[in-house]
């Protein structure tokens, strides 16, 4: 078992290897193993692809530091970079475990990206938005909805960021992150 936090890194599917958001990507893949952390995507293309292969390019990379929970059923549909790849058949529905990583860090990103932060925001973890185009540029800096999820916390937000650096300087919140979501049980009034 590793004590290493687990951060996951969402955001858009295609992008050319160019773009602002792919570069952006990949150099926070390679932050993120520089700090001791694992990475975790959804294992395809775009941002994941670009996380993965940045974190490949670490002095610090290890085999293993890339994780790649898949859609499908076919391990063969990661990207090229993802160390270890669970398949697990439950398309979108597995966007719910990319979100349950120990913080979420959104670039860009569309209707997908948005369910992982939603999920990630009602499974009280961290997290940190790209100001992008796409949806981490439109929650970052703001309130998902109006839960207290931490009342301790009084700036509790999805935290807008820039660069790799600004994601690190946030991460060193992921102490303060530390509930984990309970099973929604029903309550019954008597």
């Given at each position: 078992?590793?004590?290493?936090?687990?951060?996951?890194?969402?955001?858009?599917?295609?992008?050319?290897?160019?773009?602002?958001?792919?570069?952006?990507?990949?150099?926070?893949?390679?932050?993120?193993?520089?700090?001791?952390?694992?990475?975790?995507?959804?294992?395809?293309?775009?941002?994941?692809?670009?996380a993965?292969?940045?974190?490949?390019?670490?002095?610090?990379?290890?085999?293993?530091?890339?994780?790649?929970?898949?859609?499908?059923?076919?391990?063969?549909?990661?990207?090229?970079?993802?160390?270890?790849?669970?398949?697990?058949?439950?398309?979108?529905?597995?966007?719910?475990?990319?979100?349950?990583?120990?913080?979420?860090?959104?670039?860009?990103?569309?209707?997908?990206?948005?369910?992982?932060?939603?999920?990630?925001?009602?499974?009280?973890?961290?997290?940190?938005?790209?100001?992008?185009?796409?949806?981490?540029?439109?929650?970052?800096?703001?309130?998902?909805?109006?839960?207290?999820?931490?009342?301790?916390?009084?700036?509790?937000r999805?935290?807008?960021?820039?660069?790799?650096i600004?994601?690190?300087?946030v991460?060193?919140?992921?102490?303060?992150?530390?509930?984990?979501?309970?099973?929604?049980?029903?309550?019954?009034?008597?």
């Open positions: 078992m590793t004590d290493r936090k687990m951060i996951a890194v969402i955001g858009d599917a295609n992008l050319p290897e160019n773009s602002e958001k792919y570069i952006l990507a990949e150099k926070l893949g390679c932050c993120l193993i520089d700090n001791g952390f694992q990475l975790i995507t959804g294992g395809l293309g775009g941002v994941m692809e670009a993965s292969k940045g974190a490949r390019n670490s002095s610090h990379y290890r085999s293993g530091d890339t994780i790649g929970i898949i859609p499908g059923n076919d391990p063969c549909e990661a990207n090229q970079y993802v160390d270890i790849c669970i398949p697990t058949g439950l398309d979108i529905g597995r966007n719910i475990i990319v979100s349950n990583a120990d913080a979420v860090i959104a670039i860009g990103g569309g209707a997908g990206t948005l369910s992982e932060m939603a999920n990630a925001w009602a499974l009280k973890r961290l997290i940190i938005g790209y100001r992008v185009e796409g949806w981490s540029g439109k929650l970052a800096d703001q309130k998902i909805d109006s839960r207290k999820r931490y009342p301790e916390i009084a700036e509790d999805v935290y807008g960021v820039n660069t790799e600004e994601a690190l300087n991460l060193k919140l992921l102490p303060m992150y530390d509930k984990r979501h309970k099973v929604i049980r029903e309550r019954i009034a008597r």
